[in-house]
């Protein structure tokens, strides 16, 4: 069954340029609506559909561009995605059309999709009913162009959009070798979505006969960081974003390279328990990690910190240890070159240069919404978002942004099924989060004022992972 595809307008206003978007964004009148798009029928155009700049690339006409569909056909890849949504989200299914999978060049060879051996790769999708709008994407963590299939695809195609996403041009644990200088390799992060965008827009235009009435884009982590970079330095390519709990960098901090070495100095003087845990803990709550978070702090010692923190450490300042590569996993304290006694603030200048190549200013140039989970461990809500909040409102941009802090989120969806009884995903407040934006952006209803979304007390794990209420 095919789904109830929701009709947008055929043109949305562009805001005005930066200088005039905040008293612009006021002036926008709700245009007229259109009826979806199916011009052609099933996957017309397959032949002719090619996009702009790409090296290689493979069409297919499937019957089913969602999950439901593209598991079994091997159009997807269940291991980029594991881990990110609860088990109790809903697949939607009946949206058949055209996918592109395909790579630009790159001379790094990280990602192994379809035995290419090549990065830059990405995936482009076109649903026979286009509703005229498209949605592209960068991936959380380093991970590959499937990776929102689940979180963000799945739902973006049932409402009628087409949808893009990119591997960010380097992929797996050892993405910091890519590039010539520090730095190098997130900052291709950013070009590789504006090159997606670009090609994704000329491509919609070709199989449908006319552009994008509509282009957002969206993320989550690092994906997340690719929105708030786009909107600051790309406004032009775009309509609105939705952020979900994007990474923060920013030369003078804070970033994971100021909170991660704390947690991994302090962390095991709290496990060890004794007379010295209960300093520990309130340095951890110090460094930013929240007061209740407790529960979540053994998991992400053993799987997220350690390991973040070695990787960006390596990327941005590789000069800290040597010869050695992204550091001695879980050294102790006092060990040479050993990440946990890291100190970004006493580094050489060099390396806040590079972090200065890919930091955020806060100066976005069109609609963004912002959301991020209360007990988000592996990012502090403190140490990020609530940051970068601080930095749109010093840049006069205030009017452009919402922020909504959702109490009893984390950073990865799928620990709301280890403990429903005290997380909730973000998955739907993401999808609540994207329908507010698009009324905003219609007709200038604007979304309601930032605040922290309080966890509904007596809900069911499926109730809240198909439902949130900003």
Known sequence: MRPTVRPLPRSWRRSAPAALALAALTLIQAPAMSAPANPGGHCARLAQVRVPGARHQQAACLDELTTAGTIASGHTDPADWAGLTPKNLAVPSGVPGIQIDGYFPDTSTTNTNHGWGHDAQFVVRLPDRWNGGLVVAGTPGNREQYANDRAVAD?????????????????????????????????????????????????????????????????????????????????????????????????????????LPEALRTYPVYAAGGVGAGKARQALHAAGFPAGSEFLWEYHH???????????????????????????????????????????????????????????????GKPLITLHGTVDVLLPISQDSDVYARMVRRTGRGPLHRYYRIEGGTHTDALADTYPDRLRPLTPCHRTAFTALEAWLESGQRPPASRTVALPAGTNPVTLANSCSL
């Open 155 to 259: 739902w973006v195609l049932s409402r009628g959009y087409a949808y893009a996403a990119t591997d960010k041009g380097n992929t797996g644990l050892a993405f910091y070798r890519d590039g010539t200088t520090p730095g190098d390799a997130v900052a291709e992060w950013n070009d590789r979505l504006t090159q997606l965008t670009r090609a994704a827009r000329a491509t919609v235009a070709r199989r449908y006969d006319r552009p994008p009435s509509h282009t957002l884009v969206t993320g989550v982590s690092n994906g997340g960081y690719l929105v708030r970079w786009q909107l600051e330095n790309h406004p032009e390519l775009y309509d609105g974003g939705v952020d979900w709990e994007g990474t923060l960098w920013r030369s003078d901090g804070p970033t994971l390279l100021d909170f």
């Open 302 to 364: 053993k799987v997220y910190w350690d390991l973040t923190q070695r990787v960006y450490r390596e990327e941005l300042d590789p000069g800290f240890d040597g010869p050695t590569e992204a550091g001695t996993p879980f050294c102790a304290t006092g060990t040479p070159a050993c990440d946990a006694d890291y100190d970004y603030a006493s580094r050489p200048a060099e390396v806040r240069r590079a972090v200065k190549k890919i930091g955020l200013t806060g100066r976005i």
